[in-house]
């Protein structure tokens, strides 16, 4: 029974990121900049452990009284239809985690706001990219849903296309010569690659 109880008034905690993906820590951070999200997509924090509430308050032992007069604050703001900066937020997939401006989104979900103003920087897990890299071999070579990758990043600094830019100029130019109604030209290989029937 006492542990039943201690159950019923021990408050929801807020998902960390890094409780449900735990390699996150590993994963590459793209800019997003600034966006208005849902909030209905924001579920967690980017905290680990986590030091706030479902609500995205503050777990009650850290709510002081400078964080009172802080939560006033806002809230007067929030009523008052001012202007507050954009909070920072971390994309996965389609989920937000606040890393910054719980307080903000706490003030937006009292108020039943439907979105708020983020400054988003999007995490793409390890996994993502396996998947995607996996998918991308088994795609035809003039997909152009590739991902750009260190080949393309050195070919770039070397000033010269790509071998994804390469084929995709030689089928665009293969589609352009079926639509005048001629014969595509056989196409040569790209100098950096060896013929077909050369050892590699």
């Given at each position: 029974?006492?542990?039943?109880?201690?159950?019923?008034t021990?408050?929801?905690?807020?998902?960390?990121?890094?409780?449900?993906?735990?390699?996150?820590?590993?994963?590459?951070?793209?800019?997003?900049?600034?966006?208005?999200?849902?909030?209905?997509?924001?579920?967690?924090?980017?905290?680990?452990?986590?030091?706030?509430?479902?609500?995205?308050?503050?777990?009650?032992?850290?709510?002081?009284?400078?964080?009172?007069?802080?939560?006033?604050?806002?809230?007067?703001?929030?009523?008052?239809l001012?202007?507050?900066p954009?909070?920072?937020?971390?994309?996965?997939?389609?989920?937000?985690?606040?890393?910054?401006?719980?307080?903000?989104?706490?003030?937006?979900?009292?108020?039943?706001?439907?979105?708020?103003d983020?400054?988003?920087?999007?995490?793409?897990?390890?996994?993502?990219?396996?998947?995607?890299?996996?998918?991308?071999?088994?795609?035809?070579?003039?997909?152009?849903?590739?991902?750009?990758?260190?080949?393309?990043?050195?070919?770039?600094?070397?000033?010269?296309?790509?071998?994804?830019?390469?084929?995709?100029?030689?089928?665009?130019?293969?589609?352009?010569?079926?639509?005048?109604?001629?014969?595509?030209?056989?196409?040569?290989?790209?100098?950096?690659?060896?013929?077909?029937?050369?050892?590699?």
């Amino acid at each position: 029974m006492r542990e039943r109880l201690r159950d019923a008034t021990k408050p929801d905690l807020l998902p960390s990121l890094y409780d449900r993906n735990p390699d996150a820590t590993a994963a590459a951070r793209r800019a997003r900049g600034l966006q208005v999200v849902p909030l209905d997509q924001i579920v967690g924090t980017t905290r680990h452990p986590t030091q706030n509430t479902a609500d995205f308050l503050p777990l009650p032992i850290l709510r002081g009284r400078n964080w009172e007069a802080r939560w006033r604050r806002i809230l007067r703001a929030v009523e008052h239809l001012e202007v507050l900066p954009a909070i920072d937020l971390v994309q996965v997939g389609d989920e937000y985690y606040v890393a910054d401006g719980h307080n903000r989104v706490a003030a937006a979900l009292r108020n039943r706001a439907a979105a708020i103003d983020a400054d988003v920087t999007e995490l793409v897990l390890p996994r993502v990219e396996e998947e995607i890299g996996h998918q991308h071999t088994h795609e035809a070579p003039d997909a152009h849903t590739l991902l750009l990758g260190a080949d393309e990043v050195r070919s770039a600094v070397a000033g010269r296309p790509s071998r994804t830019a390469e084929r995709r100029l030689r089928v665009d130019e293969m589609r352009r010569e079926e639509l005048a109604g001629d014969e595509p030209s056989e196409v040569e290989p790209p100098a950096d690659e060896p013929p077909a029937d050369e050892p590699t």
